[in-house]
């Protein structure tokens, strides 16, 4: 009688871009989804009548929080393990959601959209530039060589 070989786990597949930016995409939507369900009817009854440095505040701590999300992606790229870079993909969806969701809590005050969105968009634009980095090219096959490429 012998003894099975221990099961050796299947190598993660590769980081392509297009994997990427559908992690990232997909914990984009987890976050933001419910955010936007509970927030903007939520933030229709919050009527918020604070002063204008609350709000910078915010912006602040949102701006924090982004960063944090940003370097802890980066770090987490960065770790030698099989698929790092895939759930690096996942936890960068948290640093344009978070002025996303302050947004979305805080749609009644003007101020509150006018500095929590851009920051979202800067924060998603440094996102996707940081996917591009991290992806892996598609290597080419033997009949996409033979084809010369058409671009429009």
Same mark, same amino acid.
């Given at each position: 009688?012998?003894?099975?070989?221990?099961?050796?786990?299947?190598?993660?597949? #590769?980081?392509?871009?297009?994997?990427? %930016?559908?992690?990232?995409?997909?914990?984009?939507?987890?976050?933001?989804?419910?955010?936007?369900?509970?927030?903007?009817?939520?933030?229709?009854?919050?009527? !918020?009548?604070?002063?204008?440095?609350?709000?910078?505040?915010?912006?602040?701590?949102?701006?924090?929080?982004?960063?944090? @999300?940003?370097?802890?992606?980066?770090?987490?790229?960065?770790?030698?393990?099989?698929?790092?870079?895939? @759930?690096?993909?996942?936890?960068?969806?948290?640093?344009?959601?978070?002025?996303?969701?302050?947004?979305? $809590?805080?749609? %009644?005050?003007?101020? $509150?959209?006018?500095?929590?969105? !851009?920051?979202?968009?800067?924060?998603?634009?440094?996102?996707?530039?940081?996917?591009?980095?991290?992806?892996?090219?598609?290597?080419?096959? #033997?009949?996409?060589?033979?084809?010369? @490429?058409?671009?429009?």
């Amino acid at each position: 009688m012998s003894v099975p070989e221990p099961l050796q786990a299947a190598p993660p597949p #590769p980081a392509t871009f297009r994997r990427l %930016r559908g992690l990232y995409l997909l914990g984009l939507g987890a976050l933001v989804l419910p955010g936007v369900v509970i927030g903007l009817p939520m933030g229709s009854l919050l009527r !918020p009548g604070w002063a204008l440095g609350i709000t910078w505040l915010l912006a602040g701590v949102a701006l924090l929080c982004s960063l944090l @999300s940003l370097g802890l992606a980066w770090r987490q790229s960065r770790h030698p393990e099989p698929g790092s870079i895939l @759930s690096a993909a996942v936890l960068l969806a948290s640093a344009p959601a978070v002025p996303l969701l302050m947004a979305c $809590a805080l749609w %009644r005050r003007v101020d $509150a959209l006018t500095l929590l969105l !851009p920051l979202g968009a800067l924060a998603l634009l440094a996102g996707w530039a940081l996917l591009r980095s991290w992806a892996v090219p598609i290597a080419d096959g #033997p009949a996409q060589k033979a084809e010369p @490429s058409r671009t429009l």
